[in-house]
T-cell receptor
Framework: NAGVTQTPKFQVLKTGQSMTLQCAQD?????MSWYRQDPGMGLRLIHY???????DQGEVPNGYNVSRSTTEDFPLRLLSAAPSQTSVYFC?????????FGPGTRLTVL | AQSVTQPDIHITVSEGASLELRCNYS??????LFWYVQSPGQGLQLLLK??????LVQGIKGFEAEFKRSQSSFNLRKPSVHWSDAAEYFC????????????FGTGTRLKVLA
């Protein structure tokens, strides 16, 4: 049981490039979410999904897209990277209110 | 607006001393309450949670938290801190029966002096 996995662990992008952060869980959880963590700001919710085919925006959705075609996978897409998107990104799945976090992706946008 | 406040950005304690980390929330009704710990370069690990019932909750690593409805608080405590407890601690809330949209506090970074 791998839990929540994220790839890559580290990524450097140039401004304007696009990329997809991968997230997968093997616990059959319906609810999944993406957060970004910035110093002094805690974790802020980007997008979340309550099941396959259903997604919604969180607190800071601009510049990010998500889709949920399967229960297991919840990728996060950066459409045109900006330096303001330099952050650590965490994916999580939830069951009965408890969240299980992946190890994170550290993204730097130059 | 719904919010979670952790008033202490940094706390330094000596090893063996007691610890209390503060958390206050602003919600229309009592939410689910959580404490997570994050070691440097790591993801978040659940320490403990409160859903209902006994207001004193026991967690892993010797931590406990007390829910006080009248104060809208959920403070984390440990009687004797170990050097390995140095980390960042996050309080989080989610509405009962809601959409699991967690709201996190900004975190308290704990430093432990030998």
């Amino acid at each position: 049981n791998a839990g929540v996995t994220q790839t890559p662990k580290f990524q450097v992008l140039k401004t304007g490039q696009s990329m997809t952060l991968q997230c997968a869980q093997d616990m059959n959880h319906e609810y999944m979410s993406w957060y970004r963590q910035d110093p002094g700001m805690g974790l802020r919710l980007i997008h979340y999904s309550v099941g396959a085919g259903i997604t919604d925006q969180g607190e800071v959705p601009n510049g990010y897209n998500v889709s949920r075609s399967t229960t297991e996978d919840f990728p996060l897409r950066l459409l045109s990277a900006a330096p303001s998107q330099t952050s650590v990104y965490f994916c999580a799945s939830s069951y009965r209110g408890e969240q299980f976090f992946g190890p994170g992706t550290r993204l730097t946008v130059l | 607006a719904q919010s979670v406040t952790q008033p202490d950005i940094h706390i330094t304690v000596s090893e063996g001393a007691s610890l209390e980390l503060r958390c206050n929330y602003s919600y229309g009704a009592t939410p689910y309450l959580f404490w997570y710990v994050q070691s440097p370069g790591q993801g978040l690990q659940l320490l403990l949670k409160y859903f209902s019932g006994d207001t004193l909750v026991q967690g892993i690593k010797g931590f406990e938290a007390e829910f006080k409805r009248s104060q809208s608080s959920f403070n984390l405590r440990k009687p004797s801190v170990h050097w390995s407890d140095a980390a960042e601690y996050f309080c989080a809330v989610v509405p009962i029966g809601g959409t699991y949209k967690y709201i996190f506090g900004t975190g308290t970074r704990l430093k432990v002096l030998a």
